[in-house]
C-alpha cells in the first residue's frame, strides 16, 4: 500500500543550487515507487536528488519503493513529501495503482507528473511525462532469454500498462535513439519525445579514491580479469559465462570473469550458481556477491575488461562506468550496445560461446588495442554524456515546458470558446 512517510509540504534544509532551474515554482509528482531493479533503481537514485538540487523551488510529491535506500538519498530535497510504496503481489499492485495512487496524486493538486520506471498513470489530473527504461516493453521475447513465467506475466502487465498510459501521456522520456525508435514502433505512439541519458552514478566516482586490489582478486593477479557486475536477470545472459569456460577451458585457462550475483536476485540465480561449481569453474568465474556502488572504483581500477553478454538493456550504466575508469569493454553486437558504446567496444554475438571466445582472445593478446578502446571510451564519455546534474536541469526544463504549454492551451480553447460566444450573441 501507500502510506504518507513525511508530509512536511514545507520542508527545506535551506540549500539553494546555484544552477537551480529558473521556472516558477511547480507542484512536481515524481513516481518512483516502480524503481526496484538494478538500472532502476540507480536512475532514481540519482536522477531524485538531482531535481531537488537543480530545481529546488518546487514542491515535490515522491513515491518510492520500500526498503531500498531511496529515503536516505532524497532526505536533502526540500518541500517534499514522500510515500512510500509496500512491495505486494501482483494483484495488490493493480489495486494501488488502479486506485489508491490517484487518489493520492490528485490530492496533491500536482501541476505536473514525471512518471519513472514505465509507471505513468492512465488518467493524469495535469500534463505527464514517462520515463522508460524497462527494455522488456521494446524487445522481443527472444532477448528475454530464460526467464521465469512470473517474470514474463509482469512483462506483459507492465506493457499493458504503459500502452494505456502512453495515451494520456504528454511527452515520453528514452535513454536512446535506438530505444525512442523501438518504443514508437511497438506503441505506435507518435507524441512528442526527448532523449534522455544516463550518467555515471555518483556514487561509482565517488568511490573513485579506493584504488587498491580488493583482497578476492588477489589470488587471480596474474590472470585476464573481466569484470561483469550485474544483478542476475535472465536476460543478462550470465550462463555465457559458464558455456564459454566449459567449451573453452583450456584456451581460456588463465581468463576469469568476476560477477556479482546473489541467490536471492532471482529464480534461476541459484541454478546458475551451481552451474558454476558442478562443472568446476570456481577459478573462471569468480561471484563476489552484489557490490555497493561506492566498491565499483575499487573493481574497475583492476580489472583488464568489462564483460557484458546481455541480450537486452534500455542504456547499459556499467559501459559508461567502464568508459569513466578507462577500461575496455566487450560485449554483445547488438543494437542497445552500439549505440552506447560505438568504437569503444569489441562485439560478440552473445548466442555463440565461439564468438565471445575470439573476442576475448582478441583483447587479451592486443594490449595496444585495449588502450585504443579506453582512450576512445573516454573521449566518447566525455563528449556525448552528461552529468547527473546536468539530466536533471534537461528534465526540470522539459517538465516547466510542458505546464507552460498546457497552459497556453487552455488560455487559447478559453479565448476562442469567448469569440464564438460573443458571435452567437445576437
Request: charged share 25%; aromatic share 10%; glycine share 6%.
Amino acid at each position: 500500500m501507500l502510506n504518507d512517510r513525511k508530509a512536511s509540504g514545507t520542508e527545506s534544509n535551506g540549500k539553494t543550487s546555484p544552477h537551480a532551474a529558473a521556472s516558477s515554482p511547480l507542484r512536481v509528482c515524481i513516481l518512483g515507487h516502480g524503481l526496484t531493479s538494478g538500472g532502476g533503481r540507480t536512475v532514481g537514485k540519482n536522477l531524485i536528488p538531482a531535481l531537488g538540487r537543480m530545481a529546488p523551488q518546487h514542491e515535490y510529491l515522491i513515491t518510492l519503493p520500500a526498503g531500498l535506500g531511496f529515503e536516505q538519498v532524497c532526505r536533502n530535497i526540500p518541500h517534499r513529501q514522500t510515500c512510500i510504496y509496500e512491495r505486494r503481489g501482483l494483484f495488490r499492485r493493480w489495486f494501488d495503482e488502479t486506485f489508491v495512487l490517484p487518489k493520492a496524486v490528485r490530492a496533491f493538486r500536482p501541476d505536473v507528473i514525471l512518471a519513472l520506471a514505465d509507471r505513468g498513470l492512465t488518467d493524469p489530473p495535469c500534463p505527464q511525462a514517462i520515463l522508460v527504461h524497462r527494455a522488456q516493453l521494446f524487445y522481443p521475447p527472444k532477448h528475454y532469454a530464460a526467464d521465469t513465467w512470473k517474470n514474463r506475466t509482469l512483462f506483459h502487465y507492465h506493457a499493458r500498462h504503459l500502452r494505456k498510459a502512453l495515451r494520456r501521456t504528454d511527452l515520453l522520456l528514452c535513454q536512446t535513439p535506438v530505444g525512442e525508435r523501438r518504443l514508437r514502433q511497438t506503441y505506435g505512439y507518435a507524441g512528442r519525445t526527448a532523449v534522455v541519458p544516463s550518467p555515471v552514478s555518483r556514487f561509482a566516482i565517488e568511490g573513485d579514491v579506493h584504488l587498491e586490489m580488493p583482497p578476492v582478486l588477489r589470488p587471480y593477479a596474474d590472470c585476464f580479469r573481466l569484470f561483469c557486475p550485474s544483478f542476475y536477470y535472465g536476460h543478462k545472459n550470465l550462463e555465457a559465462a559458464v558455456e564459454l569456460f566449459r567449451r573453452f577451458r583450456d584456451e581460456l585457462r588463465d581468463v576469469v570473469v568476476v560477477m556479482t550475483v546473489a541467490p536471492e536476485q532471482h529464480r534461476h540465480a541459484p541454478r546458475f550458481l551451481r552451474a558454476i561449481r558442478r562443472f568446476g569453474l570456481q577459478d573462471h568465474v569468480l561471484n563476489v556477491g552484489p557490490l555497493p556502488q561506492e566498491h565499483l572504483a575499487a573493481y574497475y581500477r583492476n580489472v583488464h575488461a568489462l564483460f557484458m553478454p546481455t541480450l537486452l538493456e534500455s542504456f547499459g550504466l556499467p559501459y559508461l562506468e567502464a568508459m569513466h575508469f578507462g577500461v575496455p569493454i566487450l560485449t554483445s553486437d547488438l543494437d542497445f550496445a552500439r549505440e552506447v558504446c560505438g568504437d569503444a567496444a569489441i562485439y560478440f554475438d552473445p548466442w555463440n560461446p565461439a564468438s565471445v571466445k575470439d573476442a576475448v582472445l582478441r583483447l587479451k593478446q592486443n594490449p595496444a588495442l585495449a588502450e585504443q578502446l579506453a582512450a576512445k571510451g573516454r573521449a566518447r564519455l566525455k563528449t556525448m554524456f552528461k552529468s547527473w546534474d546536468e539530466v536533471a536541469r534537461q528534465v526540470a526544463d522539459l517538465l516547466a515546458e510542458l505546464v507552460r504549454t498546457r497552459k497556453d492551451q487552455g488560455a487559447a480553447c478559453a479565448a476562442t470558446s469567448s469569440h464564438a460566444g460573443d458571435a452567437a450573441t445576437p
